[in-house]
């Protein structure tokens, strides 16, 4: 056969033992919460829809003020399965960020943090942030009503910060205003620079969980103290697994795509009013919706400051919890963190819900 | 070795590590520094007109009815109130820089992003602006309405 031909010509060449022996040792731990395990692949299976059709996009988009709306139109009405790729790539990119959250929280809850894996969790949340800045710079790319105020509204929350908020603000922007020049500068973002960064830490991201293997929560590994875990080897049992469900997704995002198009909406106008109903992509709508309710002032500072501090510190909460969580390091439960985990998805879920229920009349 | 020998060794030691690392330090700086300045956008001159003739003649406007226009590179907004008063102000929302609109039902100018109002004297009433919208001067020449900062 071929394959097996190949294989030992290479074999020949390069001692591939390592490798064999490392996928042939490789098993995943059979308990009541291995679910969880299947969405970190989920998220990287998403990703390279979004690489692959990412690229496709890149062919025919042109980023800049006066183009980038007619050039997504283009690809819309003109370029055969144009509608099918764009569709995909926004489709694709919503189920990532939705995926990579339940990821995150499930890892959160699971205190899959805990030491020794703390820079694996410090890199998933790098890459968190990193999946976030691509949804927010990819939103502008199509140069539509909505896109140009969330970006508006999104690059003034920048320019909040103290000291560095308006340099950064003029950063992002590439000049004082959202332009055409704010296109340009998100497109390079979009397509090079987070694509690179993502790359380098994604790769380590990878290398750590390969490296360490999967986490146990500590409940089953207490429950479990003294008998051997039940596993399954990785090749092929959990990758026939994973690969089933890659296939579900790939068939429910053509049916979105096919189904409910992305819309394109309105070119974006400097000179119009914000519409009515405005509001970010889903998964900042949480923030969005927070920024209504805090007061113009309080105390002698700015609500909306505040506001986007609270935002970083939470940030960075998440980011260092592995440290702050002395506990589970020693394999303790820890019912502070996790009741901090469910109040922070509460809060997102019910705040989120708030932003497409709540009354806001025109 | 005797001491003095050493202490000189180590004083040439010293002098090439700081030789060396300054310079990989200038190197580094001279790296990074045209990159970074490169990233900052430059500054674009601002049109130094200071007033806007409007393309809309007074007559053309009704009463409790707000139209946007462009005064130099940022949205204004122009409200002829039910009283027949015409104000303008900046309408660039002092929350996150929306651009607001007239509501003609509640009499009011509003901002659609996270639903902050103003008076039609441009005062912040309620939601997160906080600041009142920056108003501007209204000429009104015959038919012929002109703008300029206030």
Not at chain 1, 131 to 143: I, Q, R
Request: charge should be positive; hydrophobic fraction near 50%.
């Amino acid at each position: 056969m071929a394959v097996v031909r190949i294989a030992a010509w290479l074999e020949e060449r390069i001692d591939l033992w390592p490798l064999r022996h490392f996928i042939g040792k490789k098993v995943i731990p059979v308990h009541r919460h291995t679910i969880w395990y299947y969405f970190g692949g989920m998220t990287l299976f998403l990703f390279g829809i979004q690489v692959a059709t990412g690229i496709l996009l890149t062919l025919y988009y042109r980023p800049s003020g006066e183009e980038a709306y007619e050039s997504v139109q283009f690809i819309m009405t003109d370029v055969q399965f144009g509608w099918l790729v764009r569709s995909i790539h926004s489709w694709s990119a919503n189920l990532m960020v939705l995926m990579m959250m339940i990821h995150m929280f499930s890892v959160y809850l699971t205190q899959a943090y805990r030491k020794p894996r703390e820079l694996t969790w410090v890199t998933g949340m790098l890459l968190f942030g990193i999946v976030l800045f691509f949804g927010f710079s990819g939103y502008l790319l199509p140069w539509n009503v909505l896109s140009y105020f969330a970006t508006k509204v999104g690059t003034e929350i920048a320019g909040q910060f103290p000291l560095v908020g308006h340099m950064l603000m003029r950063l992002l922007r590439g000049g004082d205003e959202v332009t055409g020049a704010t296109v340009s500068r998100f497109y390079g973002i979009h397509i090079a620079i987070l694509p690179a960064l993502m790359t380098a830490i994604l790769s380590l991201h990878l290398f750590l969980v390969q490296k360490q293997g999967m986490s146990v929560p500590p409940a089953i590994e207490r429950a479990q103290r003294g008998q051997s875990m039940k596993t399954m080897p990785f090749v092929p049992n959990f990758l026939l697994r994973d690969l089933f469900g890659w296939f579900v997704t790939l068939g429910i995002l053509a049916a979105l795509a096919a189904l409910l198009p992305w819309e394109l909406g309105q070119k974006a106008d400097p000179f119009a009013p914000a519409p009515a109903g405005i509001r970010p992509e889903w998964y900042f709508v949480f923030m969005f919706q927070s920024l209504k309710y805090i007061p113009a002032k309080i105390g002698p500072f700015d609500g909306e400051v505040l506001g986007i501090l609270g935002y970083s510190l939470g940030g960075l909460f998440l980011l260092l919890v592995p440290f702050l969580d002395k506990k589970s390091t020693m394999g303790e439960p820890n019912p502070v963190f996790r009741w901090i985990g469910i109040a922070l998805i509460a809060y997102i879920v019910i705040f989120t819900a708030l932003g497409y229920v709540a009354p806001v009349g025109k | 070795m005797v001491p003095e020998q050493d202490e000189q060794v180590d004083h040439g030691r010293r002098t090439v590590n700081w030789l060396l690392g300054s310079s990989l330090g200038v190197l580094f700086v001279s790296i990074f520094y045209p990159i970074v300045k490169y990233l900052v956008p430059p500054k674009l001159a601002e049109p130094t007109t200071v007033s806007v003739t409007l393309p809309w003649k007074l007559a053309e406007l009704k009463a409790n009815s707000g139209r946007i226009f462009r005064f130099k590179s940022l949205p204004g907004i122009l409200v002829k109130t039910s009283g027949g008063d015409v104000r303008a102000f900046s309408a660039v929302c002092t929350h996150l820089q929306c651009t607001v609109q007239y509501r003609e039902d509640r009499q009011d100018i509003w901002c659609a992003c996270h639903n902050g109002t103003f008076d039609l004297n441009g005062k912040n009433i309620s939601g997160p602006p906080p600041r009142p919208l920056e108003p501007l001067k209204v000429n009104v020449r015959g038919d012929q309405i002109i703008v300029m900062k206030g």
